[in-house]
């Protein structure tokens, strides 16, 4: 699976949105990008994923771009429970399929 | 709906002492399952992973060994317990085709001591 690469940390104010975004220049064709995030001593959350158009659910917007090289997690409007660490992680669809987590985003959301 | 049920929540137990974490899956058959762990402050390590009964793949060599003696069950073994094994350990299923990825249960802190 290709490597990707996130921001150690961002800061984001309650209420506006978070873009988190996360670099995978050597995605391959058939790899999606999935997003999970793991808030303090729970086990991590599936957000949304994508192959190479954007999409939207009930937590988040995904827009990858047209090279599928990058990608940004938009949660539209942040609440203090949104503060997380936020995992990019790119892999094929197949029945061995591991989900390998790199260090991710550590996002704090502040009142 | 699926569920994933793992326990205990948390354990504390001395050097040397065995260890036997359960993992349950509801819900859906034939999944594929994991074990991960999340040492104090580190990222999140693939230990096992399982297709189907029977089938153990290790990622890395540890203490640790993993089972599978039913499709929905998968269980964390070790022998002898060392300091170095204290972490959140983290089961985890998902589908053999695509979709939404991993559910991961609310995991079992383990304290070496």
């Known amino acids: 699976d290709a490597k990707t690469t996130q921001p150690t940390s961002m800061d984001c104010a309650e209420g506006r949105a978070a873009n988190l975004p996360c670099n995978h220049s050597?995605?391959?064709?058939?790899?999606?990008v999935y997003w999970y995030r793991q808030i303090h001593s729970q086990g991590p959350q599936y957000i949304i994923h994508?192959?190479?158009n954007n999409e939207t659910n009930e937590m988040a917007s995904l827009i990858i771009t047209e090279d599928r090289k990058s990608s940004t997690l938009i949660l539209p409007h942040a609440t203090l429970r949104d503060t997380a660490v936020y995992y990019c992680?790119?892999?094929?669809?197949?029945?061995?399929?591991?989900?390998?987590f790199g260090a991710g985003t550590q996002v704090v959301v502040t009142p | 709906s699926q569920t994933i049920h793992q326990w205990p929540a948390t354990l504390v137990q001395p050097v040397g002492s065995p260890l036997s974490l359960e993992c349950t899956v509801e819900?859906?058959?034939?999944?594929?399952l994991y074990w991960y762990r999340q040492a104090a402050g580190r990222g999140l390590q693939l230990l096992f992973y399982?297709?189907?009964?029977?089938?153990i793949s290790s990622e890395v060599p540890q203490n640790l060994s993993a089972s599978r003696p039913q499709d929905r069950q998968f269980i964390l073994s070790s022998k002898k317990l060392l300091l170095s094994d204290s972490g959140f350990y983290l089961c985890?299923?998902?589908?053999?085709?695509?979709?939404?990825?991993?559910?991961f249960g609310s995991g079992t802190r383990l304290t070496v001591v």
């Open positions: 985890a299923w998902s589908a053999k085709t695509g979709g939404k990825g991993y559910t």
């Open positions: 050597t995605i391959s064709g058939n790899e999606y």
């Open positions: 994508g192959l190479k």
């Open positions: 992680i790119v892999r094929g669809l197949d029945s061995w399929g591991k989900l390998q």
């Open positions: 819900g859906t058959s034939n999944p594929n």
């Open positions: 399982s297709v189907g009964i029977g089938q």
